[in-house]
């Protein structure tokens, strides 16, 4: 069984950024393909960043392409997403995933955090 602990949310102003961490337990993070998803009050949630299980191979929404980075430390089983030049929409909470391959669907992630709040105030 996989778990997922999202941290680093937090509040920021518009322009600035964060790294959310998701530290995981019963795996090791370089054997699954992660990813981190959003959902904003009223809004359905959605693909935002997904990285393969080599880490050679990533993938991102158009709208935080340039701005938001996945990466994944192996030792510490710990994948981040770096978000640089925060807009306001980028406010929701964030969920990382794991999955047997890289996906920008939610449904083929099988294990989810219980998410991390942002908000990015403008």
């Known amino acids: 069984q996989v778990k997922l602990v999202e941290s680093g949310g937090g509040l920021v102003q518009a322009g600035g950024s964060l790294t959310l961490s998701c530290a995981a337990s019963g795996i090791t993070v370089i054997t699954y393909a992660m990813g981190w998803f959003r959902q904003a009050p009223g809004r359905e949630r959605e693909f935002v960043a997904a990285?393969?299980?080599?880490?050679?191979?990533?993938s991102y929404a158009d709208s935080v392409k340039g701005r938001f980075t996945i990466s994944r430390d192996s030792a510490r089983d710990t994948v981040f997403l770096q978000m640089n030049s925060l807009k306001a929409e980028d406010t929701a909470v964030y969920y990382c995933?794991?999955?047997?391959?890289?996906?920008?669907?939610?449904?083929?992630?099988?294990?989810w955090g219980h998410g991390t709040q942002v908000t990015v105030s403008s």
């Open positions: 990285i393969s299980r080599t880490s050679l191979s990533t």
């Open positions: 995933a794991a999955g047997p391959m890289l996906s920008t669907y939610a449904a083929d992630f099988g294990s």
